[in-house]
């Protein structure tokens, strides 16, 4: 049997930026190293980072970080086409590779290295796997793959240069086109496209880039037995009275995740039925949603409803089980598609049931009426109203929370990876 001798390519690095994406990217390149011995982390350090320049000296492009993991200059990056101009990152990249003699390169995204790494990879490794998870949908969208229209935040269900150029109108019609060429090229670079869920693989070939884009899952880490309180794998065990009048918002503090909806709901929740629920944020400060063009008008009532409305701050990853513990609902009101996000299964980890916006990934990732609840999306009427039901219907949360299943775990997703690289290195 072949060894394997993977390395996982991905945009950024959790220590840095704080997505989904990069998370899952980190575990499953640990536990890739645990199982295999043999396993490699290349993450580009974001632009946003303020060392993102100065921490490389003038003819550097790769920095060791922590055992097995690289940080990458990824400077040469352009945004629009998503390629990336920079030979000599390729170079240093392949030299490191050819030293571990890897075998299997698994890109996870592809921004910030660029859509052409794979091929340039592919020219001193031309016996190697190559296999590309999509997380989004950059692919289809320049609209930070979000497939929302730029300036109404309504959903976009197709993308064309027309509809393209009239959200960026200093692209014109025909860079949209050869966006689109060039992705289409670079899918099929790899031996294998995977995509989180079945919805963003059915997206990605509507737009004609990849007809064979395969579904695997996420997994998510066991947070050990350390996040659970004595009784709560029980549902029947003595848990606190108000976790059904409980409610968290969990992620990166951006329109797109909905929590200004999230908060309009809270709010409108609490003007009409006082302080019968309390609300958390976490993931930012009160300070920075305050400084939110979209949060301006809900200042008065956040200063009115601050015993009940908490703001946590950003937390640590490998926590936010234990976070989760305290609380009944998990809400993910994003306005945009999503994917797979790993809230969700976070959020199942702690055995909590969520409420989510009805659309996309997420309406793929919970079931109405067993494990969560939808509502529609960017509707905070309706997620007011989806508030006063929880609060109100007996017996609906210790329902929904007794049906929440553990999620797969990073082993059974990396078990797909592993039969997919050898499939692909025996051919």
């Known amino acids: 049997m072949t060894d394997l001798r993977i390395a996982i390519l991905a945009h950024a690095h959790p220590a840095f930026s704080k997505g989904g994406g990069e998370i899952l990217a980190q575990r499953s390149f640990a536990q890739l190293r645990e199982r295999f011995g043999r396993a490699t982390l290349l993450a580009a350090l974001p632009r946003h980072v303020p060392a ?65 790494a794979a091929a340039a990879l592919r020219r001193r490794f031309p016996r190697a796997a190559f296999v590309l998870t999509l997380h989004e949908y950059l692919a289809i969208c320049h609209q930070h793959g979000q497939m929302v229209k730029r300036n109404s935040r309504q959903l976009c269900s197709r993308a064309a240069p027309v509809d393209c150029h009239v959200c960026f109108p200093e692209h014109a019609r025909e860079e949209f086109a050869l966006r689109a060429a060039l992705m ?43 996040a659970f309180g004595a009784g709560d794998h029980d549902p029947a065990g003595d848990l606190p009275q108000d976790l059904p009048r409980s409610f968290a918002f969990f992620g990166q503090p951006t329109p797109y995740k909905g929590i200004d909806v999230f908060l309009r709901a809270a709010l409108a929740f609490l003007e009409r039925e006082g302080a019968a629920a309390r609300f958390a944020v976490f993931g930012c400060d009160a300070a920075r949603v305050r400084a939110m063009p979209e949060c301006q008008d809900l200042l008065p009532g956040l200063d009115r409803w601050t015993g009940s409305l908490l703001f946590h701050g950003v937390y640590d990853p490998e926590a936010v089980v234990a976070h989760m513990r305290a609380w009944g609902f998990i809400v993910v009101p994003s306005i945009w598609w999503e994917n797979a996000p790993v809230v969700v299964q976070e959020a199942f980890l702690a055995r909590r049931p969520v409420i989510v916006s009805g659309i996309g990934g997420l309406r793929e990732a919970v079931t109405h009426g067993r494990d969560g609840l939808h509502v529609r999306p960017n509707d905070w009427m309706d997620l007011a109203r989806t508030f006063a039901r929880c609060t109100q219907e007996a017996g609906l949360w210790r329902t929904l929370q007794a049906q929440v299943e553990t999620p797969r775990s990073i082993e059974a997703m990396n078990d797909e990876f592993a039969a997919l690289y050898r499939t692909i290195l025996a051919r």
């Open 52 to 116: 993102a320049v100065s921490l490389f000296s003038r003819d550097e492009r790769i920095v060791p970080y922590d055992r097995d993991e690289f940080l990458l200059n990824a400077q040469g990056y352009d945004p629009f086409l998503g390629t990336g101009s920079d030979e000599a990152l390729f170079d240093a990249i392949a030299d490191l590779c050819a030293e571990r003699d890897v075998n299997v390169f698994h890109f996870h995204h592809f921004f910030g290295l660029g859509t052409n």
């Open 184 to 226: 289409r090229q670079m899918l099929a670079t790899f031996d294998a496209v995977t995509a989180p869920s079945a919805f963003l693989a059915e997206r990605v070939s509507a737009a004609g880039l990849s007809e064979a884009v395969r579904v695997i899952r996420n997994g998510t880490s066991d947070p050990g037995p350390e």
